[in-house]
Nanobody, 114 residues
């Protein structure tokens, strides 16, 4: 059974940085895309960044220029470097790998506060 294990969340001051990591335990074949989503209290889950198997990348407008997504295909791993963090980035962040099924991580809390 495939599980996605996330790490790297935490509490950071505005302007700070965090790096989120997500790795799959088990093999996933024919991956179409790997990405990060987030859900703030009282809000719907939203796409933050996604990278396809072909290397195409999309970012939410709110994080463009501050966040960078990357992947290591051989490890089925995806990363999110988050710089210049703002209080509005506070949310639970989830990684997702889209293949024949969509696999979700358990979520990691990111809190941006002074």
């Amino acid at each position: 059974q495939v599980q996605l294990v996330e790490s790297g969340g935490g509490l950071v001051q505005p302007g700070g940085s965090l790096r989120l990591s997500c790795a799959a335990s088990g093999s996933i074949f024919s991956i179409y895309a790997m990405g990060w989503y987030r859900q703030a209290p009282g809000k719907q889950r939203e796409l933050v960044a996604q990278i396809t198997a072909g290397g195409s990348i999309i970012y939410a407008d709110s994080v463009k220029g501050r966040f960078t997504i990357s992947r290591v295909n051989a490890q089925n791993a995806v990363y999110l470097q988050m710089n210049s963090l703002k209080p509005e980035d506070t949310a639970v962040y989830y990684c997702a790998i889209t293949a024949k099924y969509v696999y979700w991580g358990q979520g990691t809390q990111v809190s941006v506060s002074s």
